[in-house]
């Protein structure tokens, strides 16, 4: 009986002991994620504290060039303006050049013609438009 309680002493114990090996692991993984992650931590902290005034600055400037877009946009949309006014101006002068260079040159030719064939029109038929 009594190496019956002896025999059972020892297994208690020997269980004992490997579960406070594990517990003793379990608690040694443990510090050194707890370390970790308290590293972590401390770098995110720091990182933060860092970066806020950063982040601050950088909102400003965002700010800063969406003003200065927005000034660049209306800008450009009156220079759009300006060139569509100018463009129609050039076309309407262009339109208009033409028409008397045309008329021009028709009446260069007409007189060159005239002074060829040796006869002489009166002055009211240089005056006369033509119609086409």
Known sequence: MIWIAI????ILSAGLLWAAWQVWMLKKALT???KTVDGWT?????????SSPSLEIARGGVGSLREQYQKLQM?????????????????FLG?????????????????SSN?????????SKHNVKRRR
């Open 95 to 111: 339109s208009r050049w033409q028409k008397s260079s045309k008329g021009s040159s028709n009446s260069l030719n007409n007189k």
């Open 115 to 123: 002074r060829s064939s040796g006869s002489r029109s009166s002055g």
């Open 32 to 34: 050194a994620t707890v």
């Open 7 to 10: 025999a059972i002493q020892l």
């Open 42 to 50: 401390e770098a995110c902290q720091n990182g933060l504290q860092v």
């Open 75 to 91: 800008q450009l949309e009156r220079i759009r303006k300006l060139l569509s006014v100018l463009g129609r101006g050039v076309s």
